[in-house]
Every structure is written in C-alpha cells, then in structure tokens.
C-alpha cells in the first residue's frame, strides 16, 4: 500500500513563491519515479516534475528555471520549490509515485496564482 500526503498549496502573487511537500508511506527510494502534475481546469493533467529514483530531475519546460523537485529520504518526503509564479501556474497538483509497474497519486493541493 503507497500513501502520498500533499501540503502547501494556497494563494500567492505573481512573483511570489510556494513549497509544496508530498509524505510517503514508503521509502522514497523504493520508487521507480515519483512526480508533481497538475491540472487547470478544463485542461488535461501535465507533468511538471519528476525525480527517479536515481536522483535524475526532468521540468515540463514552462517551469524550467523558477519550479526545483527534491527530496529528504530520512524524512521520505519530495518537494516541490516554485518560484516566480505565474497566473498561468494556477492548477490543483499532484503527487505521484511510479511503484512495481503502478502509479499512485495523492489527494492533490490547490494552487492559486492570482493578483
């Protein structure tokens, strides 16, 4: 059984900046994957971010340069660093785990950009 808990989310200012986490139920590194997408309304779920299990980090390219994905084994937890928000940033976002050919996903965290 994989648990992902999402927090952080809520509303900031363009410009502004927010720190998602993501707790796991398991050690971080026994997944293959784990990830942040998002959703906008009306609009299909993208990924943003992702880190293997290596430690390899791949941005969708929007948010190349201002969004960093983490992670803390000891405290098995990924983050989600976003910087430089844009309006267009505004999304409910996703934890998700690639684990033994599954993918998990947590209950998501509103995140609202807006003046």
């Known amino acids: 059984q994989v648990q992902l808990v999402e927090s952080g989310g809520g509303l900031v200012q363009p410009g502004g900046s927010l720190a998602l986490s993501c707790a796991t139920s398991?050690?971080?590194?026994?997944?293959?994957?784990m990830g942040w997408y998002r959703q906008a309304p009306g609009k299909e779920r993208e990924l943003v971010a992702a880190?293997?299990?290596?430690?390899?980090?791949n941005y969708v390219d929007s948010v190349k340069g201002r969004f960093t994905i983490s992670r803390d084994n000891a405290k098995k937890t990924v983050y989600l660093q976003m910087s430089n928000l844009k309006v267009e940033d505004t999304a409910v976002y996703y934890c998700?785990?690639?684990?033994?050919?599954?993918?998990?996903w947590g209950q998501g965290t509103q995140v609202t950009v807006s003046s």
């Open positions: 880190i293997t299990f290596a430690g390899s980090t």
């Open positions: 998700n785990a690639a684990f033994l050919g599954s993918d998990y």
């Open positions: 398991r050690t971080i590194v026994s997944f293959s994957r």
